[in-house]
């Protein structure tokens, strides 16, 4: 069974930072595609970041671009998401995300395996 398990989600002040990790499990991602969702209530899902099997590609929404950094350790299984700069819109659940290919993604009809997401607060 695979098992997408996130973690580092919390309470940050507008302008901190925080990092969020995911580990898999049940079956290797290492080649296949990675990144993370969000969602805000009354809001829908909407794309982050994605990263490539080998961690050299990535890939970020407009909104994120220059402040998140997504990264990943094959031999961990994990991918990890820093974000800095934390502003007050980005208060979400924020949702690892996996697929069973190479290829980027950046819609959440593409994803194959989903985490049970983590809330990231941030006040203002």
């Known amino acids: 069974q695979v098992q997408l398990v996130e973690s580092g989600g919390g309470l940050v002040q507008a302008g901190g930072s925080l990092r969020l990790s995911c580990a898999a499990s049940?079956?290797?991602?290492?080649?296949?595609?990675m990144g993370w969702f969000r969602q805000a209530p009354g809001k829908e899902r909407e794309f982050v970041a994605t990263?490539?099997?080998?961690?050299?590609?990535?890939y970020y929404a407009d909104s994120v671009k220059g402040r998140f950094t997504i990264s990943r350790d094959n031999a961990k299984n994990t991918v990890y998401l820093q974000m800095n700069s934390l502003k007050p819109e980005d208060a979400a659940v924020y949702y690892c995300?996996?697929?069973?290919?190479?290829?980027?993604?950046?819609?959440?009809?593409?994803?194959?395996?989903w985490g049970q997401g983590t809330q990231v607060t941030v006040s203002s």
């Open positions: 049940g079956r290797t991602f290492s080649s296949a595609a």
């Open positions: 995300a996996a697929v069973c290919t190479w290829s980027y993604f950046t819609n959440a009809d593409q994803i194959d395996y």
């Open positions: 990263i490539g099997y080998s961690g050299r590609s990535t």
